[in-house]
């Protein structure tokens, strides 16, 4: 049989192919232009440009957090890269798939040190799973395949760096075929959870953490467990998606995240039982969040850190949905779930209440950073909308804009994203990408031109201090953001939102195919 010879575009091209890669979300440079030029022949594969290398990464990762795949993502070489590094860091703390790939200069004369390059994969190495450069046209299809495999098992961003020149080469090595993820592993052995939890004696609390999202059906036997066990449920503060049905009387909301506040929560209970990797706090205050004296059980897919953070009394490895369902017939639990919990009546709903109700509750909403955030995750708990993604693990503010930017592409309606003015600074550009491919999303902005978070934060964490210490530095005034003019700008339709007119705004921007920037001032609060 003839030995088939093929360039490293012609590799590139192929591993599209085979692994059905339906968009690559970047921001361009010179060292890109082959990548890009192998790209932009496929019919398959469409490119979507975002102006700045946080938007093209924070779509990404809303495409990925839906779609349940890793997205490609290109960005130019150590600048590009080190722009994109704090969305990243979210991606990789919170357990998001990622195949980022960046150019590199040519090889002939890398040792030189050249304009635009750099050490990529050490750039890298601190948010994601694995990084490799591309030396030898030999090794690209078993890079460009394990990196795939890696992001997608890993749930994190798995890093290449591609240098410009070596499309051109040729191998007779290179391969693909259509590979299958391993299947999630199971425990074959339940008993000892079962033991514990039918001894146990101070009540039971689950927290599920962002690694739980990942596993398929857990919101029914998260429910058909908490409920036969008379366990309370909560997320993990900074897990980024909701994965637990929010109808259930046992659910409580979002831990808090100062870690004494999550303590005291804990402390009513004899038994956590955590789905996931951890329980992040954001404060440390005085004590640690979960108390020593509890019984802790940990539940792992296994594809984020086991046993990495705290001692347990037990872990169970696999598939965290499937243990639980047998957790319950071990346990013999009744099959049928209680009653959904009632609504909460308002008597005098806020403005942000007010336009939420107006919003189908299927809706996805992306929650940024914010002293609005724990009440947002409130009101949307209660409003009981279904699909809402919070604040990530990273911390880094920037991607719930081009976060909402992807759940609308891939899920091709509209989405919503709560965030405040300072928030809205980090990646305003995605607006763009939004309006030139007639994405619709509905941004809602809540402006009081500060930075009233980290006021409240340095107020806690210094209480002898008083404004006039820290206004001078929190304050985002004069001159003050015109966000409507910079959202329009940038191509939004953009309103503000009053007592008044809030039902023809949201009815309006439901119309719009692309997207709509709506400001509202921080009047907010339940009444
Ligand atoms: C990339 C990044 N830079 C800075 C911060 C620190 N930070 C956290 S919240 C915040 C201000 C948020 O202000 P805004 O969105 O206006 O909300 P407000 O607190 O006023 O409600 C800042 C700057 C961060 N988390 N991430
Ligand atoms: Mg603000």
């Given at each position: 049989?003839?030995?088939?010879?093929?360039?490293?575009?012609?590799?590139?091209?192929?591993?599209?192919?085979?692994?059905?890669?339906?968009?690559?979300?970047?921001?361009?440079?010179?060292?890109?232009?082959?990548?890009?030029?192998?790209?932009?022949?496929?019919?398959?594969?469409?490119?979507?440009?975002g102006?700045?290398?946080?938007?093209a990464?924070?779509?990404?990762?809303?495409?990925?957090?839906?779609?349940?795949?890793?997205?490609?993502?290109?960005?130019?070489?150590?600048?590009?890269?080190?722009?994109?590094?704090?969305?990243?860091?979210?991606?990789?703390?919170?357990?998001?798939?990622?195949?980022?790939?960046?150019?590199?200069?040519?090889?002939?004369?890398?040792?030189?040190?050249?304009?635009?390059?750099?050490?990529?994969?050490?750039?890298?190495?601190?948010?994601?799973?694995?990084?490799?450069?591309?030396?030898?046209?030999?090794?690209?299809?078993?890079?460009?395949?394990?990196?795939?495999?890696?992001?997608?098992?890993?749930?994190?961003?798995?890093?290449?760096?591609?240098?410009?020149d070596?499309?051109?080469?040729?191998?007779?090595?290179?391969?693909?075929?259509?590979?299958?993820?391993?299947?999630?592993?199971?425990?074959?052995n339940?008993?000892?959870?079962?033991?514990?939890?039918?001894?146990?004696?101070?009540?039971?609390?689950?927290?599920a953490?962002?690694?739980?999202?990942?596993?398929?059906?857990?919101?029914?036997?998260?429910?058909?467990?908490?409920?036969?066990?008379?366990?309370d449920?909560?997320?993990?503060?900074?897990?980024?998606?909701?994965?637990?049905d929010i109808?259930?009387?046992?659910?409580?909301?979002?831990?808090?995240?100062?870690?004494?506040?999550?303590?005291?929560?804990?402390?009513?209970?004899?038994?956590?039982?955590?789905l996931?990797?951890?329980?992040?706090?954001?404060?440390?205050?005085?004590?640690?969040?979960?108390?020593?004296?509890?019984?802790?059980?940990?539940?792992?897919?296994g594809?984020?850190?086991?046993?990495?953070?705290?001692?347990?009394?037990?872990?169970?490895?696999?598939?965290?949905?499937?243990?639980?369902?047998?957790?319950?017939?071990?346990?013999?639990?009744?099959?049928?779930?209680?009653?959904?919990?009632?609504?909460?009546?308002?008597?005098?709903?806020?403005?942000?209440?007010?336009?939420?109700?107006?919003?189908?509750?299927?809706?996805?909403?992306?929650?940024?950073?914010?002293?609005?955030?724990?009440?947002?995750?409130?009101?949307?708990?209660?409003?009981?909308?279904?699909?809402?993604?919070?604040?990530?693990?990273?911390?880094?503010?920037?991607m719930?804009?081009?976060?909402?930017?992807?759940?609308?592409?891939?899920?091709?309606?509209?989405?919503?994203?709560?965030?405040?003015?300072?928030?809205?600074?980090?990646?305003?550009?995605?607006?763009?990408?939004?309006?030139?491919?007639?994405?619709?999303?509905?941004?809602?902005?809540?402006?009081?031109?500060?930075?009233?978070?980290?006021?409240?934060?340095?107020?806690?964490?210094?209480?002898?201090?008083?404004?006039?210490?820290?206004?001078?530095?929190?304050?985002?005034?004069?001159?003050?953001?015109?966000?409507?003019?910079?959202?329009?700008?940038?191509?939004?339709?953009?309103?503000?939102?009053?007592?008044?007119?809030?039902?023809?705004?949201?009815?309006?921007?439901?119309?719009?195919?692309?997207?709509?920037?709506?400001?509202?001032?921080?009047?907010?609060?339940?009444a």
């Amino acid at each position: 049989m003839a030995t088939t010879v093929k360039t490293g575009k012609e590799i590139l091209s192929e591993f599209f192919d085979n692994f059905d890669i339906e968009y690559v979300f970047g921001n361009p440079g010179t060292t890109e232009t082959t990548f890009l030029d192998v790209v932009s022949q496929k019919d398959n594969c469409k490119f979507i440009l975002g102006l700045h290398e946080s938007t093209a990464t924070g779509i990404a990762v809303g495409y990925a957090a839906k779609s349940g795949r890793p997205s490609v993502v290109n960005i130019h070489t150590y600048p590009g890269l080190a722009n994109a590094m704090s969305v990243l860091y979210n991606a990789y703390t919170v357990g998001i798939p990622l195949l980022v790939i960046a150019g590199q200069q040519n090889r002939n004369h890398l040792i030189h040190h050249p304009i635009l390059s750099g050490n990529l994969t050490g750039l890298a190495s601190s948010a994601s799973v694995s990084q490799y450069q591309i030396d030898h046209i030999s090794d690209m299809s078993t890079i460009l395949q394990r990196s795939y495999l890696d992001a997608d098992e890993a749930k994190a961003p798995a890093f290449i760096s591609i240098p410009m020149d070596i499309y051109q080469d040729q191998t007779t090595i290179s391969h693909f075929k259509p590979t299958k993820a391993p299947c999630p592993t199971v425990a074959v052995n339940l008993e000892p959870a079962a033991e514990l939890i039918r001894n146990e004696k101070g009540g039971i609390v689950i927290v599920a953490d962002a690694e739980a999202a990942w596993s398929d059906g857990l919101s029914k036997s998260l429910r058909l467990l908490s409920e036969g066990l008379h366990a309370d449920v909560y997320l993990a503060p900074f897990s980024l998606r909701s994965m637990v049905d929010i109808r259930s009387p046992n659910y409580r909301g979002v831990l808090p995240a100062v870690s004494s506040e999550a303590n005291e929560t804990l402390s009513r209970y004899g038994t956590v039982v955590l789905l996931g990797e951890k329980i992040q706090s954001f404060l440390f205050m005085n004590k640690p969040t979960i108390p020593d004296q509890l019984v802790l059980i940990q539940f792992s897919n296994g594809n984020t850190r086991l046993r990495y953070d705290y001692s347990f009394d037990l872990v169970v490895r696999g598939d965290i949905a499937s243990n639980l369902s047998r957790l319950c017939s071990i346990i013999n639990l009744p099959t049928a779930v209680l009653a959904d919990k009632k609504q909460a009546c308002r008597k005098n709903p806020s403005l942000l209440v007010n336009l939420l109700e107006c919003i189908a509750r299927d809706t996805p909403i992306v929650i940024e950073g914010s002293s609005h955030q724990s009440v947002e995750e409130a009101i949307t708990t209660e409003l009981e909308f279904d699909d809402i993604y919070y604040e990530p693990r990273g911390g880094a503010l920037g991607m719930a804009m081009p976060m909402a930017v992807g759940i609308s592409l891939y899920s091709k309606k509209h989405s919503v994203c709560l965030l405040g003015d300072g928030g809205s600074m980090y990646s305003i550009h995605s607006i763009w990408t939004a309006a030139h491919y007639k994405i619709p999303v509905i941004f809602i902005c809540i402006v009081n031109n500060e930075y009233q978070i980290l006021k409240q934060l340095w107020k806690l964490q210094v209480p002898e201090s008083d404004e006039k210490r820290y206004k001078p530095i929190m304050d985002i005034k004069s001159p003050e953001l015109d966000l409507h003019k910079i959202a329009s700008g940038f191509g939004a339709r953009v309103q503000h939102a009053t007592g008044d007119n809030f039902r023809q705004i949201l009815n309006d921007a439901m119309q719009y195919e692309g997207p709509t920037f709506i400001t509202i001032t921080d009047d907010h609060r339940y009444a």
